[in-house]
């Protein structure tokens, strides 16, 4: 079966600009999250969706938001974008009661 | 390849030698723990997974082992492979979180 799906897989912006990350989860999967992965800070929980309401938000500046759809899909968006945003930006998806978070290969953001 | 962590700590063990990878956790209420790998340019791979009512629990080549007095996690790989390379992150979770923390990673180095 498909995994989790992220695009794109690399992305360049320049500060100030906003963008949006999408994810499509595993078929099945109604929870997802997102996580931010730096050299510097690791792997931080920034928000987790379940059927289209949010049930968690980290710690990050309200620049950072995310939705989820009725197909379970997530989107992310960051606006007004920071040299310091520049990340990898994964998505994970769990069926709900199960084991496992399963990631996707996540998208490189890069702002210049 | 993308850099996971510039400052890991590195584990370097000889092909076919047992491999132990530790992890303290912080939340003494926790009850999920999990195991990933993430090779450069790829998002964390599950390995295994323990609940806070087990001690030890055994995979394919690989055994975690939790001991919740001292809050501390450990993975081990039997007779490591080069495919074994990469960086290993342990996860806690409490189910009414929706989200995992990750500590800051093991760099696993196998030598030929």
């Known amino acids: 079966k498909a995994g989790v799906t992220q695009t794109p897989r690399y992305l360049i912006k320049t500060r100030g600009q906003q963008v949006t990350l999408s994810c499509s989860p595993i078929s099945g999967h109604r929870s997802v999250s997102w996580y931010q992965q730096t050299p510097g800070q690791g792997l931080q929980f920034l928000f987790e969706?379940?059927?289209?309401?949010?049930?968690n938000k980290g710690n990050f500046p309200g620049r950072f938001s995310g939705r989820q759809f009725s197909n379970s899909r997530s989107e992310m968006n960051v606006s007004t974008l920071e040299l310091g945003d520049s990340a990898l930006y994964l998505c994970?998806?769990?069926?709900?009661?199960?084991?496992?978070?399963?990631f996707g290969s996540g998208t490189r953001l890069t702002v210049v | 390849g993308e850099s996971v962590g510039l400052h890991l700590p590195t584990l370097s063990v000889q092909e076919g030698d047992n491999s132990i990878i530790n992890c303290a956790y912080s939340?003494?209420?926790?009850?999920?723990f999990i195991w990933y790998k993430q090779e450069s340019g790829k998002g964390p791979q599950f390995i295994i997974d323990?609940?806070?009512?087990?001690d030890k629990r055994q995979g394919q080549r690989v055994t975690v082992l939790l001991n919740k007095t001292v809050k501390h996690l450990s993975l081990q790989i039997a007779a490591t492979q080069p495919g074994d390379s990469a960086v290993y992150f342990c996860a806690e979770n409490m189910d009414s979180s929706y989200k995992l923390i990750f500590g800051s990673g093991t760099r696993l180095l196998v030598r030929p």
């Open positions: 939340n003494s209420a926790s009850d999920y």
């Open positions: 323990i609940r806070s009512n087990m």
């Open positions: 994970a998806s769990n069926l709900q009661g199960a084991s496992g978070y399963t």
């Open positions: 969706y379940f059927s289209e309401t949010q049930r």
